[in-house]
Nanobody, 128 residues
Framework: QVQLEESGGGWVQPGDSLRLSCVAS????????MGWFRQAPGKEREFVAA????????RYADFAKGRFTISRDNAKNTVYLQMDSLKPEDTAVYYC?????????????????????WGQGTQVTASS
């Protein structure tokens, strides 16, 4: 089994940056892709970004392109989400997730249903 733990959330002013981290522990060698999702109060969970473990191929939601960057450090079993130019509408709980399905080894999925394991989430608030 794999466990995920997010960190790095907090309160920032609009325009500031944050870097979220997600550390995977357990049977991490079977993971094929890692994803970040977010959920704001009263809204559905939405895809933010994802990356394959092997070739580091990223995918981004449209709102994340140009502002957010996903990366991974295989040696540390850690995935990062660098968020720049944060906006009030980025306020949400951010979750990392992982899948071990081999069909995602070349391109990470963008649907929450394709991820099997989730972290507890970390709150990000962008407000003046």
């Amino acid at each position: 089994q794999v466990q995920l733990e997010e960190s790095g959330g907090g309160w920032v002013q609009p325009g500031d940056s944050l870097r979220l981290s997600c550390v995977a522990s357990g049977r991490t060698q079977i993971n094929t892709a890692m994803g970040w999702f977010r959920q704001a109060p009263g809204k559905e969970r939405e895809f933010v970004a994802a990356v394959t473990w092997g070739s580091a191929i990223p995918r981004y939601a449209d709102f994340a392109k140009g502002r957010f960057t996903i990366s991974r450090d295989n040696a540390k079993n850690t995935v990062y989400l660098q968020m720049d130019s944060l906006k009030p509408e980025d306020t949400a709980v951010y979750y990392c997730s992982t899948t071990a399905s081999m069909k995602w080894r070349f391109e990470p999925p963008m649907e929450a249903v394709d991820y099997a394991i989730w972290g507890q989430g970390t709150q990000v608030t962008a407000s003046s």
